[in-house]
Structure formats: structure tokens, C-alpha cells
């Protein structure tokens, strides 16, 4: 959920927490048990309303309303908490309820998930080490270009750059604009240097510091990735926000592209439909994302080992429970499934991360 949308929630939430103070026999004092439902006025007959669904009692208080926003943006209700155990612990019969349509109480695959990436981004973020000032350290010294074409070239390509950036709101984006908005002084003051004759150029053996690529120069179509190579190697700090902004937008692409691997474990079987392999890929990415976040939380608490070798040993425990489960399969043919699907999951890994170079590189 973007930062736009947020604001939106907060806003028609606090809103709605005006309205109902002010409104008529909606106050503080005098509220009793309704005999019927405060939104559209049907006689209830329970906890809920059979008209509209609204709960009978309704709350008036402040840490009423902070639930109301927390759960809106969230999701963090009783059914975050009764998901989250089943698909640590058993996650095949969290897919296999889920698909034969038992979903009352269990968050749905692609919220969780949704939920998962944000948490996930949100961490890979706050460990970069970006530092904001003169002194900021966003990788390696990048040298001056090797003419001042080049150079005001750079700079032009740093200023679009962050004039893109300035609607971007994932995680730690306000961070990334304050990088390459020094990245772009440093450029700048480079420049200057380059036109006022102060500064030395280094170069290569052959004097030559132009970073050169194997795609051809006489293809248009690939002329903006060959530029990207090149920016990326002149200025690699900068090509992996890019990287890493593309990858948090489009992290959804995992699913699609897991599904073709996830029918070659079940080829032409009529008893497992493409909607089951997508619940149970959803499913496992986001606990993946879950043994990240822990990985991040024993790192925070100076034993990043413990959190290695557990996602190490427990992530496979989990793939073989999960496929058991859900398909129900013995213990012998769960193994060898589950065995194709590791490796099917680092393709696939290498596959988006592939892409997301390459977005990178293309701008």
C-alpha cells in the first residue's frame, strides 16, 4: 500500500471518527445495547447485522478507532494470527483448506503475501547503509567521465533520475532520493572541475577510460541497455536502487513464473488445477519472505548465524510439508517432489533476479 493510500485511510478514518462524534445519539454518554444495527437500521438478531453485516456494538473510543486503522492497513485481525502458525507449522493443510474453499478464517495467499513483501522491502532497506550528508557513502568513488560531454551527460542522467524518484514511496525511498541527490552534486562539482581545468582524468592502460559493451552499436532496440551497462559500471550504487526498486514493484512476477515449474512436478494430472499451484506458490514465497525477515531479526540481535542456519535447514522441512499436504502425497513421492521443487525454486530465483538486472539496465 503506497504512501498516498495510507494517508487516504487515515484520513477517511479520521474523518469517520468526527462524524460519529458529533452525530446525533452517537456520543459518549448514553450508549447502551442496540436492538438494531446503527448503519442501516434492521432489528438484530445476533453479534452482526443479517442486513448489512455491520456488528451490533460498535465502539466510541479512541483505542477503538486505532484498531480500526491498524486493521484497515494491516490486516493484523485474528485471522493474521490463526494464518500465520498454519503456514509455519502446516502448511499443506493451510493450501488445502484455502483451495477447498474453508477461507473464514485465514488471511487470503495474495494478502499475505502483499503483506510479506512490504515487511520484506521494508527491511532490505533500513540495512542499507546510506548516509546522508556530505559524506554520503552510496558505493564505490565513481571517477569523472572521460570528456565533459560525457560528464554533463552524467549529470543530465542523474537529474532525470531523481526527478523520476520523486514518486516513488516504497520503504526507505526518502533514503535512496537523498543518495543520488549527492550522487548528483558530486557529479556536478566534477564538472566543474572538468570545465574549469582542476581536475585529472584517470584512465586505463591504453588511456581510455570508456566502458565499452559486447552489444552492438548498430542495434537501436539495445542502444538504451548498452548505455545502462555502461551507467551501471560508471555509477553502481545507483544501478542497484533501480534494481532494487524494480524488484519490490514487481515481486509479483514470482508467482507467474513458478507456475510452469510447479505443473512439470504434476504434468497433465486433472487433480490439481492451475488455481491449486497458485495458492500453494503464493503461500510458500510469502513464508520464504517470512525466513528473511527473521534472518534480518537475529542479524539486529548480533547472531545472524542462528538465522541462517535455520531458513537453511527449515526452509527444504517446509517445501516437503507443505507439498505432502496439500497434495497428499506419500512420504517417498513428497521427497522427490520435493527435491525438484529446491531446484526449480533457485531457477526461478535467478530467473527474476536476471530480469530485474536487466529492467535496471534498460532504464
Not at 43 to 52: F, S
Not at 95 to 112: H, L, N
Not at 322 to 327: D, E, R, S, V
Request: proline share 4%; net charge negative.
Amino acid at each position: 500500500m503506497g504512501g498516498e493510500e495510507i494517508s487516504a485511510v487515515g484520513e477517511l478514518a479520521g474523518g469517520a471518527g468526527a462524524a460519529r462524534a458529533v452525530e446525533p445519539g452517537h456520543g459518549e454518554d448514553g450508549h447502551g445495547t442496540p436492538t438494531h444495527c446503527l448503519n442501516c437500521g434492521c432489528e438484530l438478531q445476533g453479534d452482526y447485522c443479517h442486513c448489512c453485516g455491520q456488528r451490533g456494538e460498535v465502539h466510541f473510543t479512541i483505542g477503538g478507532l486505532v484498531h480500526d486503522i491498524v486493521h484497515g492497513v494491516l490486516h493484523l485481525d485474528g485471522k493474521f494470527w490463526r494464518t500465520l502458525p498454519m503456514l509455519a507449522w502446516k502448511p499443506g493443510q493451510l493450501t488445502r483448506e484455502y483451495v477447498a474453499g474453508k477461507r473464514a478464517r485465514y488471511i487470503s495467499p495474495i494478502a499475505f503475501y502483499l503483506f510479506t513483501v512490504v515487511a520484506m522491502f521494508a527491511l532490505v532497506v533500513s540495512a542499507d547503509q546510506v548516509n546522508v550528508g556530505d559524506d554520503v557513502n552510496l558505493g564505490a568513488a565513481v571517477e569523472p567521465a572521460a570528456s565533459v560531454e560525457e560528464q554533463r551527460e552524467r549529470v543530465e542522467d542523474l537529474e532525470q533520475t531523481l526527478a523520476e524518484m520523486e514518486g516513488d514511496d516504497y520503504p526507505g525511498a526518502s533514503g535512496a532520493r537523498a543518495g543520488v541527490a549527492t550522487s548528483l552534486a558530486v557529479a556536478r562539482r566534477q564538472l566543474e572541475e572538468m570545465e574549469t581545468g582542476n581536475t585529472v582524468i584517470a584512465s586505463d592502460e591504453d588511456g581510455d577510460v570508456k566502458v565499452t559493451s559486447n552489444l552492438s552499436d548498430d542495434s537501436e532496440f539495445l542502444e538504451p541497455l548498452r548505455q545502462g551497462i555502461e551507467e551501471a559500471q560508471e555509477n553502481p550504487a545507483l544501478f542497484f536502487y533501480k534494481v532494487q526498486t524494480k524488484a519490490y514493484k514487481l515481486s509479483w512476477l514470482l508467482i507467474p513464473l513458478s507456475l510452469p515449474f510447479m505443473w512439470l512436478l504434476f504434468p497433465f494430472s486433472r487433480r490439481h488445477s492451475l488455481y491449486k499451484h497458485a495458492v500453494f506458490v503464493t503461500y510458500s514465497i510469502s513464508f520464504m519472505m517470512l525466513l528473511v525477515l527473521n534472518i534480518g531479526l537475529w542479524t539486529w540481535l548480533g547472531a545472524e548465524f542462528v538465522g541462517i542456519v535455520f531458513a537453511v535447514f527449515y526452509a527444504p522441512f517446509h517445501l516437503y510439508r507443505q507439498l505432502k499436504g496439500a497434495y497428499e502425497l506419500g512420504r517417498l513421492s513428497a521427497l522427490l517432489r520435493t527435491t525438484l521443487l529446491s531446484i526449480f525454486a533457485w531457477m526461478v530465483l535467478g530467473i527474476f533476479i536476471g530480469l530485474m538486472f536487466a529492467l535496471g539496465a534498460w532504464g
